[in-house]
């Protein structure tokens, strides 16, 4: 069967929108409070969202007990309160998403320390759990030195957010190009 190319029109808006992510992934290099704000934002908005989720699961569940559902709604309150506090407090916001980047590198620093040890990797070729155990020491270099550094964590961010975006971008000009 033959391919089918997309309109013309399409793969123009897919070319220019991929160019305007570039752009905008070479912005946040240059500007790297941009990144950190929109992650803040993000945080602050999943921690509102998942509070209220908890508070309305709380009030719709018949089958929790009155006990659960008590803690369920100061859980969700207290989660709803930390969203809001992260998005109008830049400090408190920050130092939230440091803790939690710096956290997430931790656990998959050791996770990947223990897959390679002897119990967990069991089985798999030593290569792989040589490259693993490789791997986990540096994420958890990199862990120690973000909670030591947390000016690191906010650069290395800044760069995952340009990263993505740069990847986007070009994602969008190869698949407009390609029709």
Known sequence: MAERKRPIWLRLVQIVAGIIVLLLAAYVIFNPSLAINLLRI???????????????????????????KIVEVILGIIILALGVAAIVYTNFG????????AVGLLLNAIGSIAYSGYEVGVGLPPWLRGTSL?????????????????GLALALLTLLVALA?????????????AG
């Open 42 to 68: 993000l945080l602050g908005i999943a921690l509102i969202v998942l509070g209220l989720a908890l508070i309305v699961r709380s009030v719709a569940v018949k089958a929790t007990s009155m006990g659960g």
């Open 94 to 101: 920050t130092a939230a998403l440091i803790t939690l980047f």
């Open 134 to 150: 490789v791997l986990g020491v540096i994420a958890l270099i990199i862990a120690i030195a973000v909670i030591v550094f947390p």
């Open 165 to 177: 975006l740069f990847l986007l971008g070009l994602e969008l000009i190869v698949s407009g190009a």
